[in-house]
């Protein structure tokens, strides 16, 4: 099986803090990939570090069957993020990120302009392309991001949360789109808070709890022996929540 | 109430606090240079400190030797006249800009916390009282009550004291109605923008006006002179009665009025001073009340800036350059020109040279004017240097000012070299275009000297500017700061040491350049040669520059994970 991304005994701390505890992941190339974890799991942290944006402590990695640390560029040219925080320059207008990022890349005039008027029309920011990011709304700005990682046709995207804070129109668009994408060979890494949309989407799955793989494999996998039980009952069980008692908090009694 | 307060000040101790300690993912390089950017602070705050305390001393010496009658009354009063008029202005203009550059969102935050809006307002009033300057003024005006009582004369300081209290409630009370009010009315970020670039120009320009209202006196005296007529000794009453009727309403002159009744015993009039002080006090917190009601009940929207529609196509590429490093740096220079920081450094430097060359004619005998005809390409140097020095904000934090903008610029397949490059390229579009509006300013004042000598001093100002670049990239990489670059304040200011050594780097190119240059017209007498010698100049300068820069990139790649946190405010 050809892997998009391939890492082994991926750790990265923060002076005592060990954000990641050395996960193996396997992501087959043209999957969608849902990567799960509660809140401080560690997975924005993977994501940067696949992404380049944090150097991993140890461990060794792949993408693309290519060395991000011997050669990040290379990497970069074949690979779209949409990061926690977005990425966006608040004084280009939309349409200036998107020529931004094309030019960066290398597009070719007609195409930038081509694929730019596409993707502005999917997003529905046609009629704000001329205005600037920092008047843009949070879901604005998080499709122009995604437009931004679309635009040079990667061959793998990195999604950190991309559709919270996305209106339901504009994320089934969205969700089809990716589906359509992954069917044209490309790979989508994912995470995601809403369980629904990874249940949906995603044929292949990772868990991730307090920095280390809890489970990881096609989803099919993942429910066998769970028949009739929702990827959150799965889910809750996998990180050993289900049995957590909810504190009850009696001074909250009116 | 009190525990309101009490909570806020714990509030301001504990974000000054965790400013300093940062989370857990800071590398020891990062606390360091954390301290060292909180230590500049601090180091202000000692030395302004021993000013307080000449403040103080005179404050207490004022009051003795007025009530001793060691110095006349009315001198001690003019004084403090005049100081307490000049620190009004400073405290109005500071409250003029600080609140433009903050945010409503502070209030909305604040709003949902179970606190009355009158307690609210309390807390801000009593804010402005922790000014530096009304902290600065503070001690020497109630020395100068303890003075006069130490002098002898007890009831002109009880007098003095509660004027002084009453004139520090109105300071209080007017800086916060100002700064409620600029808030208030442009709460909108395009407006509030603008207003900041408008007030800092004309506040630029108008720091001439004593320098032209003094030489326009001189300039009168002189005349007198020629004519033969005596000199005028005009005494303190006669100048008193020269001042417009306004100004006996401000509170310098009503604490001066009070202060001056008490020491020639005149009760009654020393009362109706202080009763006026009063009066002014509770209006100005009264009307503070009614605008910050309205701040605080006001939502910020922002005017869109609109652009035609069209299709997306690729910006304009710079010759000689990958498509790579055109598009960063023409989108450095796109966002810094949308920024307060970036317009000021363009439009900043031409106006303050056209004005200040303005002025220096009107000496009409001054031989260095003459001189200054024939050399207008200093007067543009100058203004270029002008704008190098003021787009620190950018040079010596090239990275982290772009925020969000820099983990966009690190997912893209550039290296740490190009993004370096792109980046210089980028401010030194800024500097360029600066420089042509200095020309054109220096050009319209002081038409004279050769153009190719014009030419040679542009040389030398990118010559200067590559000098300094491997420095700035250096510096931005080791010492960044998430700056808000549509501040004027420290807020959009570089790292502390990093602007320190970066004014280093720039005296040292210029001391460089400059002597060439100099050495070259006015040592060797040849001007000649001086178009030649630069091009050779600017050209060893690129030369050392380029692999400076790249090696000054590896810093990039060492600082990297450091650089996208502190770009995100982590």
């Not at chain 1, 930038?112 to 529905?124: C, S, T, V, Y």
């Not at chain 1, 040079?152 to 991309?162: G, M, Q, S, V």
């Not at chain 2, 005296?507 to 240059?517: D, E, K, N, P």
Request: net charge positive; aromatic share 8%; hydrophobic share 55%.
């Amino acid at each position: 099986m050809s892997l998009a991304i391939e890492t082994r005994g991926l750790r990265k701390t923060f002076g005592d803090l060990e954000a990641v505890s050395g996960i193996d992941l396997a992501v087959p190339r043209g999957s969608f990939y849902g990567f799960l974890g509660p809140n401080g799991a560690g997975k924005s942290t993977t994501i940067k570090c696949l992404t380049g944006l944090l150097r991993p402590t140890s461990g060794d990695f792949r993408i693309l069957d290519l060395d991000p640390i011997a050669d990040p560029v290379a990497v970069k040219k074949r690979v779209g993020v949409v990061p926690e925080d977005l990425a966006l320059f608040d004084r280009l207008s939309g349409a200036e990120t998107l020529s931004f990022v094309g030019q960066v890349h290398g597009l070719d005039a007609a195409s930038l302009r081509d694929r730019a008027a596409e993707l502005l029309a999917l997003m529905d920011l046609s009629k704000a392309a001329g205005d600037l990011v920092a008047d843009y709304s949070h879901g604005m700005r998080k499709k122009l991001a995604l437009a931004a990682a679309l635009l040079p046709a990667p061959r793998l995207l990195f999604l950190d949360e991309p559709f919270e804070g996305i209106d339901a129109v504009a994320s089934r668009q969205i969700k089809n789109l990716l589906t359509q994408y992954v069917k044209g060979g490309g790979t989508v890494f994912l995470t995601s808070h809403i369980l629904e949309i990874i249940e949906r989407l995603c044929d292949y799955i990772g868990v991730i709890h307090k920095g280390r793989m809890v489970a990881e494999g096609p989803m099919a996998d993942l429910r066998e022996g769970r028949a009739g039980r929702s990827l959150e009952e799965i889910f809750l069980d996998l990180i050993g929540a289900e049995q957590a008692e909810t504190p009850a908090l009696g001074w909250l009694a009116q | 109430m009190i525990r309101s307060l009490r909570a806020f000040v714990w509030l301001r101790w504990r974000l000054v606090l965790n400013s300093v300690r940062g989370g857990r993912r800071r590398d020891t390089f990062e606390q360091v240079s954390r301290a060292l950017a909180m230590a500049v602070p601090f180091i202000l705050v000692a030395l302004a400190f021993g000013s307080v305390v000449a403040m103080a001393i005179v404050g207490f010496w004022g009051g003795h030797a007025a009530a001793t009658g060691l110095v006349a009354t009315s001198v001690v009063v003019a004084v403090e006249r005049g100081v307490l008029f000049g620190l009004l202005l400073v405290i109005v203009i500071f409250a003029v800009t600080s609140p433009v550059q903050g945010s409503l969102t502070h209030y909305t935050r604040l709003l949902l916390l179970p606190i009355s809006r009158r307690t609210l307002h309390l807390v801000e009033v009593l804010a402005s009282l922790a000014d530096p300057w009304i902290a600065f003024l503070a001690p020497g005006l109630m020395l100068f009550a303890v003075g006069v009582s130490v002098g002898g004369r007890t009831i002109a300081a009880i007098w003095a004291a509660i004027a002084a209290s009453l004139f520090l409630v109105v300071l209080a009370a007017l800086a916060a109605l100002v700064g409620f009010l600029v808030a208030w009315l442009v709460r909108d970020r395009r407006r509030s923008e603008l207003f900041t670039l408008v007030f800092v120009l004309a506040l630029s320009l108008g720091g001439f006006l004593p320098l032209v209202l003094a030489e326009q006196s001189a300039s009168g005296r002189r005349e007198a002179r020629r004519r033969g007529e005596p000199r005028q000794n005009r005494t303190l009453e006669e100048l008193d009665r020269m001042l417009p009727a306004w100004t006996r309403a401000l509170p310098s002159e009503l604490y001066g009025r009070a202060v001056r009744a008490g020491l020639e015993d005149r009760s009654v009039a020393a009362g109706a001073a202080v009763g006026a002080l009063a009066a002014e006090a509770a209006l100005l917190f009264a009307a503070s009340s009614v605008v910050h009601g309205r701040l605080i009940g006001s939502t910020t929207v922002n005017s869109r800036r609109r652009q035609a529609e069209g299709p997306v196509a690729p910006a304009w590429r710079i010759p000689w350059q990958s498509p790579s490093v055109s598009a960063v740096a023409i989108a450095q220079a796109r966002t810094a020109l949308r920024s307060v920081r970036g317009r000021l450094v363009v439009f900043l430097s031409g106006p303050i040279l056209a004005v200040l060359v303005f002025f220096f004619r009107r000496f009409e005998d001054a031989s260095f004017i003459t001189r200054l005809g024939d050399n207008g390409f200093i007067l543009m140097a100058v203004g270029a240097l002008m704008a190098i020095l003021s787009a620190q904000a950018f040079t010596m934090n090239l990275f982290a000012s772009d925020r969000a903008g820099l983990t966009l610029q690190f997912l893209l397949p550039i290296s740490d070299a190009e993004l370096a490059r792109a980046k210089i390229l980028g401010v030194g579009l800024l500097v360029v275009a600066a420089t042509a509006l200095s020309a054109v300013a220096a050009f319209v004042v002081a038409p004279g000297g050769a153009p190719a000598l014009w030419v040679a001093a542009f040389f030398g100002v990118l010559a200067i500017y590559l000098l300094l670049s491997p420095v700035a990239v250096w510096l931005s990489a080791m010492f960044p700061v998430a700056a808000d670059l549509s501040k004027t304040g420290s807020g959009g200011n570089p790292h502390g040491f990093a602007a320190l050594a970066g004014m280093a780097g720039f005296a040292a190119a210029v001391a460089l350049t400059g002597g060439v240059f100099a050495a070259t017209i006015w040592g060797l007498e040849r001007p000649d040669l001086a178009l030649p010698v630069m091009t050779g100049w600017l050209l060893v300068a690129a030369a050392v520059a380029y692999p400076l820069v790249v090696l000054a990139s590896r810093a990039i790649a060492l600082r990297r994970e450091n650089l996208g946190l502190v770009a995100q405010g982590r």
